[in-house]
C-alpha cells in the first residue's frame, strides 16, 4: 500500500480526493493546510505529495520549497485552476513533478499520480515500507530515462562482487555513481576509498594504494597500511585509472590476480577482500591500443562497464539540478535567493555544457554568489555562463594545484614531520616552509 499526503484548504476538495485515492487501493494523509502537511511530514514520509497551489498562510509553492529542501526525492504535484496555469508552469521549472487542473477527470487524476509514484519508486527515496537500502541512489538527481537505464543496471550488479569500469566525460558524477554502486552492495557497510590516479606523485604511488613499512624508505616515519588494505570487505574506487603509470599497472594487476598486497618494504603480503570499482574520462580501449594501458588489466577492471551520459545528453535533468544547486548553495552562503527569474533556467538548459554537472554547480555559485534578489535573473546566468571557459586550468593555477596536492601527500605520509617531508621532497626546509606558506598549509594538522 502506498503511502500519499494531500494538502488542500477546501475540505470538500479534500475529501473527494482522500476517497479517490483510497478507492485505488491508496493510504492517504490528509492536511488542511501547509503548516500542518510539514508536521506530519516529521513523523511519517509519504511516496507523493499532492497540494493545492492556491491555499491561505503557505500556498502550495512556498509548501514545496520547504518540503524539497529536507526531501529533494520527493514527488511534488500541484493542484491548480485553469487562471493558475502559467504559475504551475513556473512552479515545474522550480523542480514540481507536475501539476493536475481542476476540475479534474478521476482517469487523468490517476494516470499523473501513477506517473509519479512510478518516479518515486525509481528514484529510490527512502520512503517507508520500501526495502532497506533503497537510499543508495540518493545524491544522484535524476529524471533522464538514459540515467535511470545506468542505474537499473547499477542497482542490479551492485549485488556481485564483479569489477565496475565507470566511462563517463569529467563532471558527469563518476565517484558519485560508484559510492552509489557501494551503498546498494553487500558491502555497503563498510568503507569505500576513493583515490585519484591522476593526484598522486608516481613516486608516492605505490606506497598510497600498497601501504608500507616503517623505515623503508626516508620519511616513512611509521607504517601505513595503505588504501586497498584501509577497504578491507569494502571497495576501492580508483578514478581517472588511465593516469595509473605503466609500472604500478603491473603491480595492481598482480594484486587483482593474487588477492593480496605486499607494503613497501613488508616482508609478508596480506591478503585483501575488497571490490574494485575504476573510472576515467578516456576510452581505455584506446589507451590500450595506443599502448599506454596494459590489456590484461584493462579486461580485469572492465568486467562490467558503465557508461555515463553527458548533461547536454540528459537535458531534462538541468532544471531539476539547477534548482537543487541553488537551494543547497544559498543555505550555505547565507543568501535569500529561492528561484530563478523568467528565462534563467531556459538559458541553463540550452548551455552547451563541456564540464558537464560540475561546470553546472559551478554556474549556480556564481549567481548565488552574486545575486542581490530572490530571483536570479537571466542576465546574471548569461554573465555567469560567459565567463566559463574549458575545463583546462591556465598553467599557472595548474601548477599551484599540483604543488597543494603534492606539499599534502608528503605531509600525510610523514605525519607532519617537516624534516623528514623536505628530504622526502628533496628540498630544503627553508624552501619548504616556504612552499607551505605559500599555500597556507599548517603540518601541525597532519600530525598523527
Same mark, same amino acid.
Request: glycine share 8%.
Given at each position: 500500500?502506498?503511502?500519499?499526503?494531500?494538502?488542500?484548504?477546501?475540505?470538500?476538495?479534500?475529501?473527494?480526493?482522500?476517497?479517490?485515492?483510497?478507492?485505488?487501493?491508496?493510504?492517504?494523509?490528509?492536511?488542511?493546510?501547509?503548516?500542518?502537511?510539514?508536521?506530519?511530514?516529521?513523523?511519517?514520509?509519504?511516496?507523493?505529495?499532492?497540494?493545492?497551489?492556491?491555499?491561505?498562510?503557505?500556498?502550495?509553492?512556498?509548501?514545496?520549497?520547504?518540503?524539497?529542501?529536507?526531501?529533494?526525492?520527493?514527488?511534488?504535484?500541484?493542484?491548480?485552476?485553469?487562471?493558475?496555469?502559467?504559475?504551475?508552469?513556473?512552479?515545474?521549472?522550480?523542480?514540481?513533478?507536475?501539476?493536475?487542473?481542476?476540475?479534474?477527470?478521476?482517469?487523468?487524476?490517476?494516470?499523473?499520480?501513477?506517473?509519479?509514484?512510478?518516479?518515486?519508486?525509481?528514484?529510490?527515496?527512502?520512503?517507508?515500507?520500501?526495502?532497506?537500502?533503497?537510499?543508495?541512489?540518493?545524491?544522484?538527481?535524476?529524471?533522464?530515462?538514459?540515467?535511470?537505464?545506468?542505474?537499473?543496471?547499477?542497482?542490479?550488479?551492485?549485488?556481485?562482487?564483479?569489477?565496475?569500469?565507470?566511462?563517463?566525460?569529467?563532471?558527469?558524477?563518476?565517484?558519485?555513481?560508484?559510492?552509489?554502486?557501494?551503498?546498494?552492495?553487500?558491502?555497503?557497510?563498510?568503507?569505500?576509498?576513493?583515490?585519484?590516479?591522476?593526484?598522486?606523485?608516481?613516486?608516492?604511488?605505490?606506497?598510497?594504494?600498497?601501504?608500507?613499512?616503517?623505515?623503508?624508505?626516508?620519511?616513512?616515519?611509521?607504517?601505513?597500511?595503505?588504501?586497498?588494505?584501509?577497504?578491507?570487505?569494502?571497495?576501492?574506487?580508483?578514478?581517472?585509472?588511465?593516469?595509473?603509470?605503466?609500472?604500478?599497472?603491473?603491480?595492481?594487476?598482480?594484486?587483482?590476480?593474487?588477492?593480496?598486497?605486499?607494503?613497501?618494504?613488508?616482508?609478508? !603480503? $596480506? =591478503?585483501?577482500?575488497?571490490? +574494485?570499482?575504476?573510472?576515467?574520462?578516456?576510452? &581505455? #580501449?584506446?589507451?590500450? /591500443? *595506443?599502448?599506454?594501458?596494459?590489456?590484461?588489466?584493462?579486461?580485469?577492471?572492465?568486467?562490467?562497464?558503465?557508461?555515463?551520459?553527458?548533461?547536454?545528453?540528459?537535458?531534462?535533468?538541468?532544471?531539476?539540478?539547477?534548482?537543487?544547486?541553488?537551494?543547497?548553495? !544559498? $543555505? =550555505?552562503?547565507?543568501?535569500? +535567493?529561492?528561484?530563478?527569474?523568467?528565462?534563467? &533556467? #531556459?538559458?541553463?538548459? /540550452? *548551455?552547451?555544457?563541456?564540464?558537464?554537472?560540475?561546470?553546472?554547480?559551478?554556474?549556480?555559485?556564481?549567481?548565488?554568489?552574486?545575486?542581490?534578489?530572490?530571483?536570479?535573473?537571466?542576465?546574471?546566468?548569461?554573465?555567469?555562463?560567459?565567463?566559463?571557459?574549458?575545463?583546462?586550468?591556465?598553467?599557472?593555477?595548474?601548477?599551484?594545484?599540483?604543488?597543494?596536492?603534492?606539499?599534502?601527500?608528503?605531509?600525510?605520509?610523514?605525519?607532519?614531520?617537516?624534516?623528514?617531508?623536505?628530504?622526502?621532497?628533496?628540498?630544503?626546509?627553508?624552501?619548504?616552509?616556504?612552499?607551505?606558506?605559500?599555500?597556507?598549509?599548517?603540518?601541525?594538522?597532519?600530525?598523527?
Amino acid at each position: 500500500m502506498t503511502r500519499i499526503l494531500i494538502v488542500d484548504d477546501d475540505a470538500a476538495l479534500l475529501r473527494l480526493l482522500s476517497l479517490r485515492l483510497r478507492h485505488e487501493g491508496h493510504e492517504v494523509i490528509e492536511a488542511s493546510s501547509g503548516e500542518a502537511a510539514l508536521a506530519k511530514l516529521d513523523h511519517e514520509l509519504p511516496a507523493l505529495l499532492i497540494t493545492d497551489l492556491r491555499m491561505g498562510g503557505m500556498d502550495g509553492l512556498q509548501l514545496f520549497e520547504a518540503v524539497h529542501r529536507r526531501h529533494p526525492l520527493l514527488p511534488v504535484l500541484m493542484l491548480t485552476a485553469h487562471g493558475t496555469i502559467p504559475d504551475a508552469v513556473k512552479a515545474l521549472q522550480r523542480g514540481v513533478f507536475g501539476y493536475i487542473t481542476k476540475p479534474f477527470e478521476a482517469r487523468e487524476l490517476m494516470a499523473e499520480v501513477e506517473r509519479a509514484l512510478a518516479a518515486s519508486s525509481a528514484l529510490g527515496a527512502d520512503m517507508p515500507g520500501d526495502e532497506p537500502g533503497e537510499a543508495w541512489r540518493e545524491s544522484i538527481l535524476t529524471r533522464s530515462p538514459r540515467m535511470e537505464q545506468v542505474l537499473t543496471e547499477a542497482r542490479l550488479l551492485a549485488q556481485s562482487d564483479a569489477s565496475v569500469l565507470i566511462h563517463g566525460d569529467s563532471g558527469t558524477g563518476k565517484e558519485l555513481l560508484a559510492r552509489a554502486i557501494h551503498a546498494a552492495s553487500p558491502r555497503g557497510g563498510a568503507p569505500l576509498v576513493a583515490v585519484n590516479c591522476g593526484a598522486i606523485p608516481e613516486n608516492l604511488m605505490e606506497s598510497e594504494l600498497f601501504g608500507h613499512v616503517k623505515g623503508a624508505f626516508t620519511g616513512a616515519v611509521r607504517d601505513n597500511p595503505g588504501l586497498f588494505v584501509s577497504a578491507q570487505r569494502g571497495t576501492v574506487f580508483l578514478d581517472e585509472i588511465a593516469d595509473l603509470p605503466l609500472a604500478m599497472q603491473v603491480k595492481l594487476l598482480r594484486v587483482l590476480q593474487e588477492r593480496e598486497v605486499r607494503a613497501v618494504g613488508g616482508a609478508r !603480503a $596480506q =591478503r585483501i577482500d575488497v571490490r +574494485v570499482i575504476s573510472a576515467s574520462h578516456r576510452r &581505455l #580501449e584506446d589507451e590500450v /591500443a *595506443a599502448g599506454r594501458f596494459r590489456e590484461d588489466l584493462f579486461y580485469r577492471l572492465n568486467v562490467v562497464g558503465l557508461h555515463l551520459p553527458a548533461l547536454a545528453g540528459r537535458r531534462e535533468d538541468i532544471p531539476l539540478l539547477a534548482h537543487h544547486f541553488l537551494v543547497t548553495l !544559498a $543555505q =550555505r552562503y547565507g543568501k535569500a +535567493v529561492r528561484g530563478y527569474a523568467p528565462g534563467a &533556467l #531556459e538559458a541553463l538548459a /540550452a *548551455a552547451p555544457w563541456p564540464g558537464n554537472v560540475r561546470q553546472l554547480q559551478n554556474v549556480v555559485e556564481k549567481c548565488v554568489v552574486l545575486s542581490t534578489t530572490a530571483q536570479v535573473p537571466l542576465t546574471l546566468v548569461q554573465r555567469a555562463l560567459s565567463t566559463q571557459g574549458g575545463e583546462h586550468l591556465p598553467f599557472d593555477e595548474a601548477r599551484r594545484q599540483f604543488e597543494r596536492d603534492y606539499l599534502t601527500q608528503v605531509l600525510k605520509l610523514t605525519s607532519g614531520n617537516v624534516t623528514q617531508a623536505a628530504k622526502l621532497a628533496q628540498r630544503n626546509r627553508t624552501d619548504f616552509y616556504a612552499l607551505l606558506g605559500r599555500h597556507q598549509i599548517d603540518p601541525a594538522a597532519f600530525k598523527a
